[in-house]
């Protein structure tokens, strides 16, 4: 017997069932529906000269589906949480990545156990690999031969490339996390007129400059309901961009050990803190760095010693923001600090938001983003601005940007 174990937020067990009698169109089907444990098994009967093949597949879902493991309340997040637990002890080749996954791992909210016997055949195959498609899953797998991409049990994403192992290896170099709205946002009939407004507001926005408007899209949160960054949050987490966009730039190591020291910065992320301490940096690690300056942009503009920010269809102007936080000593730079106002703040927030949505919806579609905005821009712009406004209380290098 082969076997491994899918994971998805989606719950579509009914996706299943006609993902099987879609690729084994000649089996025979046994399903058993009850409630969250679920089962189908599907046989294929041998010949004279082969013998019969078995696919069983057991389903188990949440008690309490959600976007997040806040707390145990049913087997399927008892095991979640262990497995949380076991990937944290992990060492990472990728730490961007194993935070991801550790978020997607959390979103889980069913658990799908794939068994073929005698092994996983070229039909099996078909039906695993568009199951794990469909349902945006992670699978944990042994090796065996479809799983050959460590020596050890390890964890798989959707196009069964390795996301992590117990060595830290890493092979992917992106990995999305998914969650459906319904787990999260504001009943529709509790939004306030603030809310409202700047909905209206940024749709206006969009339409004005051609970007493709999601008017189902929900409110961003009331300025009552957000609890900003501090001052000292900002300030300290602009200084660590600093150094880890000129570290991906290329300044040489000297020269930010004494930024350091002369602006006492102190504040670098786990990840960041692997950048800064890098001899060298891959290709991956290079870009991860260097697109900082995106991000220290907003943060500069939240704290009011740059103007609005421009509309994002280009990259900032590198030499001007470093210049304003460089130049100045850090005793300087902290009085020139006049932090924007929160509903400056949430305008920018919704507005980037809509945005990115119309960025991932052409990505997904494989075509040119209307408006001629930057996806990469407006990517960094909201994970920013995600983190200013305390998104679901998330550390710098956990910060997700959902559409």
């Not at 009850?34 to 294929?44: F, G």
């Amino acid at each position: 017997m082969e076997n491994c174990t899918l994971y998805s937020h989606k719950l579509e067990f009914e996706k299943i069932v006609e993902l099987l009698k879609k690729h084994l169109p000649k089996a025979h089907i046994d399903l058993n529906d009850q409630e969250e444990n679920k089962s189908i098994t599907a046989i294929l009967k041998g010949g004279f000269f082969s013998k019969s093949k078995s696919l069983k597949i057991n389903y188990h879902q949440r008690k309490n589906p959600s976007y997040t493991l806040d707390k145990v309340t049913c087997s399927l997040t008892q095991n979640l949480d262990g497995m949380v637990n076991y990937i944290q002890a992990f060492p990472a080749d990728n730490e961007a990545i194993k935070n991801k996954f550790l978020h997607k791992v959390k979103s889980a909210n069913c658990e799908i156990s794939f068994m073929a016997e005698p092994d996983i055949t070229n039909e099996f195959e078909v039906v695993l690999r568009e199951m794990a498609q469909e349902l945006d899953a992670f699978i944990f797998a042994q090796p065996n031969t479809l799983f050959t991409k460590s020596s050890g049990q390890y964890f798989a994403d959707k196009n069964l490339g390795l996301i992590i192992d117990s060595t830290g290896a890493c092979e992917i170099q992106e990995l999305e996390v998914n969650v459906d709205a319904k787990y999260h946002d504001q009943p529709a009939e509790s939004y306030t007129k603030e809310q409202i407004e700047r909905k209206e507001k940024s749709a206006s926005f969009l339409e004005n400059k051609g970007i493709k408007v999601n008017k189902n899209l929900p409110c961003s949160p009331t300025s009552t309901d957000t609890i900003l960054r501090t001052k000292k949050e900002l300030i300290d987490r602009a200084y660590a961009l600093l150094v880890i966009a000129a570290k991906g730039e290329g300044v040489e190591q000297e020269h930010l050990i004494k930024t350091v020291e002369d602006k006492q910065i102190d504040s670098f992320s786990p990840y960041e803190t692997f950048i800064y301490d890098a001899a060298t940096l891959s290709d991956q690690e290079r870009a991860y760095a260097t697109w900082r300056y995106e991000s220290l942009y907003v943060v500069l503009w939240a704290l009011g010693v740059t103007e609005e920010l421009k509309y994002p269809d280009e990259i900032c102007d590198v030499s001007a923001i470093v210049s304003v936080i460089f130049q100045p000593s850090r005793a300087e730079f902290e009085k020139l600090v006049q932090p924007k106002h929160i509903l400056q703040i949430l305008d920018e927030l919704d507005k980037t938001y809509r945005m990115n949505w119309a960025c991932v919806a052409a990505r997904i579609k494989d075509i040119e983003v209307s408006g001629g905005i930057n996806p990469s821009v407006v990517y960094e712009r909201h994970y920013a601005l995600n983190w200013l406004t305390n998104h679901q209380n998330q550390d710098w290098d956990a910060v997700q940007t959902s559409t």
